[in-house]
C-alpha cells in the first residue's frame, strides 16, 4: 500500500525558506510521477509543483523562481524547496503521487506552512 508522509512544515517570517519532504513507501518510487499541492480553508486544493518521472519540473506561476522541486529516487523522497515565502504561501501542503502528471492516485496527510507577515 502507498504511503505518503510530509515533514518540514512550520511558522516562518515573511522573506524566509523552509523545506518541505515527503516519504513515500509502498511503491516504486522512481515509477511515478510526484507533485506538491496545497489548500487554505474554503478554497479548493491548488497545484504548487510537479516532477515528471524523468526528473523535469513544473511550476505554478505564482511560486515559479522562488519554489524548487526535486526528488531523491534512492531515498524514496520528494522535496520542496521554498525561498522568498510570502504570507500567500500560508496554506497545508500536501504530497501527491500519480503514474503520470496530472493523474494524482495517492495523497498525504499534509504539512501546515505559515508565513507570519
Known amino acids: 500500500q502507498v504511503q505518503l508522509v510530509e515533514s518540514g512544515g512550520g511558522l516562518v517570517q515573511a522573506g524566509g525558506s523552509l523545506r518541505l519532504s515527503c516519504a513515500a513507501s509502498g511503491h516504486t518510487f522512481s515509477s511515478y510521477a510526484m507533485g506538491w499541492f496545497r489548500q487554505t480553508p474554503g478554497k479548493e486544493r491548488e497545484f504548487v509543483a510537479g516532477i515528471r518521472r524523468s526528473g523535469n519540473p513544473y511550476y505554478a506561476d505564482s511560486v515559479k523562481d522562488r519554489f524548487t522541486i526535486s526528488r531523491d529516487n534512492a531515498k524514496n523522497t520528494l522535496y520542496l524547496q521554498m525561498n522568498s515565502l510570502k504570507p500567500a504561501d500560508t496554506a497545508v501542503y500536501y504530497c501527491?503521487?500519480?503514474?503520470?502528471?496530472?493523474?494524482?492516485?495517492?495523497w498525504g496527510q499534509g504539512t501546515q506552512v505559515t508565513v507570519s507577515s
Open positions: 501527491t503521487l500519480g503514474p503520470v502528471v496530472g493523474r494524482w492516485d495517492y
